[in-house]
């Protein structure tokens, strides 16, 4: 059963990076077939891409987010990663992981991890 | 970007009666490759997202019968066919076809 795991500082500084990790089991995320994404949700607001990444590295990022984002593969430990640059409290959310937007799971995220809360507070 | 649009964004229901939610988009969905890559999630409270139905009709591995997706180029449909009470949670659309991958507000189903 394919399981997504996110981890990382709950707490993150004004103008600091905050930076996550999603530990993926039950599939690789050398998968030539899925990429792998993160999404955050405000607290009691809707959903926002942040971005993608595939197996070759290829990334694409959310347009408003661009210039601070980066998201990264380390296939050793089967992990993804995100960071954010010079966060505000407008990046304050539950930062969630997915697996999808393939022709497999018809362009939709599959499968999802419990989500982090990260609030950026001093 | 493409701007998903539900309505209502709350639907109270009474269990064992059918619930409707819509969905458009400001553009059409159809990809270049011919599929429409919208689909339906749930977030039943305090936890993440649920896929329930993609390219607009497609039930996801375990997702009851009682839900299903229809609709075509700007305009599609998530029903219930009889509500329970595991049901209750908010419902988003969302479209895979442009980038950025955008949501729908999200509808509120609960319980009268």
């Known amino acids: 059963q394919v399981q997504l795991q996110e981890s990382g500082p709950g707490l993150v500084k004004p103008s600091q990076t905050l930076s996550l990790t999603c530990t993926v089991s039950?599939?690789?995320?050398?998968?030539?077939?899925?990429?792998w994404s993160w999404i955050r949700q405000p607290a009691g607001k809707g959903l926002e891409w942040i971005g993608r990444?595939?197996?070759?590295?290829?990334?694409i990022y959310h347009p408003s987010l661009k210039s601070r984002v980066t998201i990264s593969l380390d296939t050793s430990k089967n992990q993804f990663s995100l960071k954010v640059n010079s966060v505000t409290a407008a990046d304050t959310a539950v930062y969630y992981c997915?697996?999808?937007?393939?022709?497999?799971?018809?362009?939709?995220?599959?499968?999802w991890g419990q989500g982090i809360l990260v609030t950026v507070s001093s | 970007d493409i701007v998903m649009t539900q309505t209502p964004l709350s639907s109270p229901v009474t269990l064992g009666q059918p619930a409707s939610i819509s969905c458009r988009s400001s553009?059409?969905?159809?990809?270049?490759?011919?599929?429409?890559?919208l689909s339906w999630l749930q977030q039943r409270p305090g936890q993440p997202p649920r896929l329930l139905i993609y390219?607009?009709?497609k039930r996801f591995s375990g997702v009851p019968d009682r839900f299903s997706g229809s609709g075509a180029g700007t305009d599609f449909t998530l029903e219930i066919s009889r509500v329970e009470a595991e049901d209750v949670g908010v419902y988003y659309c969302?479209?895979?076809?442009?980038?950025?991958?955008?949501f729908g507000q999200g509808t509120k189903v609960e319980i009268k």
């Open positions: 039950g599939d690789s995320i050398s998968s030539v077939i899925y990429y």
């Open positions: 969302m479209q895979g076809t442009q980038f950025p991958r955008t």
């Open positions: 990444i595939y197996t070759t590295g290829n990334t």
């Open positions: 997915a697996r999808g937007e393939s022709s497999a799971s018809g362009g939709a995220f599959d499968y």
């Open positions: 390219k607009i009709s």
């Open positions: 553009q059409s969905l159809e990809h270049s490759d011919g599929n429409v890559y």
